[in-house]
């Protein structure tokens, strides 16, 4: 069964930076998939929020730029510039989404 593991939220002030790490783990699951970061804000439907390609290492949307490490089976997504509307809960996951999701990690911005 394909796990995977979001960490590295938190509470930072607007204008600051985070990096979240997805770790995947499971049998026949190629981190070199689509992959994705997607994002639940309160009373809001789950967004996709920005995604990489197959075979690609490293995409940048913005203040969002994410990233793999196929040796590690991790997915990064670097935060930049963080709003109070980036407040979400962040989850990892191909694109498009398994049915099966992480837990997520808490990302609130807040001065």
């Known amino acids: 069964q394909v796990q995977l593991v979001e960490s590295g939220g938190g509470l930072v002030q607007p204008g600051g930076s985070l990096r979240l790490s997805c770790a995947a783990s499971?049998?026949?699951?190629?981190?070199?998939?689509?992959m994705a970061w997607y994002r639940q804000a309160p009373g809001k439907q789950r967004e996709l929020l920005t995604r990489i390609s197959s075979g690609a290492s490293r995409s940048v949307k913005g203040r969002f730029t994410i990233s793999r490490d196929n040796a590690k089976n991790t997915v990064y997504l670097q935060m930049n510039s963080l709003k109070p509307e980036d407040t979400a809960v962040y989850y990892c996951?191909?694109?498009?989404?398994?049915?099966?999701w992480g837990q997520g990690t808490q990302v609130t911005v807040s001065s």
């Open positions: 996951n191909l694109d498009p989404p398994m049915a099966r």
């Open positions: 499971g049998s026949f699951f190629s981190l070199n998939n689509a």
